[in-house]
């Protein structure tokens, strides 16, 4: 059973830092694309950065230079390094596994969310 479990969500005040890490089991890790989305209240959820099993990666234009994405393939744990964080980075994170190259659309496997919140 696939299984994505994250942790190190928090309140920081912006310019703060964060980072979040995300525990797979339950799968062949490396051979997915391994994804960071955010919801914001009201809002439809948006791709934050992504990571093939290659290790090239992409990030959104609003966190590109202040996010940075990365994996363990020995620990199966992926991270989302989120630095100069500002209010508007302030949602409920979700770590996404994707077993067709990154399309995320279908067979997508979600964890349950850590939120984020940042104050001015």
């Known amino acids: 059973q696939v299984q994505l479990v994250e942790s190190g969500g928090g309140s920081v005040q912006s310019g703060g830092s964060l980072r979040l890490s995300c525990a797979a089991s339950?799968?062949?890790?490396?051979?997915?694309?391994m994804g960071w989305f955010r919801q914001a209240p009201g809002k439809e959820r948006e791709g934050v950065a992504s990571?093939?099993?290659?290790?090239?990666?992409s990030y959104a234009d609003s966190v590109k230079g202040r996010f940075t994405i990365s994996q363990d393939n020995a620990k199966n744990t992926l991270y989302l390094q989120m630095n100069s964080l500002k209010p508007e980075d302030t949602a409920m994170y979700y770590c996404?596994?994707?077993?067709?190259?990154?399309?995320?659309?279908?067979?997508?496997?979600w964890g349950q969310g850590t939120q984020v919140t940042v104050s001015s």
């Open positions: 996404a596994a994707d077993p067709h190259g990154g399309s995320w659309v279908a067979d997508v496997d």
């Open positions: 339950g799968y062949t890790y490396s051979s997915y694309c």
């Open positions: 990571i093939d099993s290659d290790g090239s990666t």
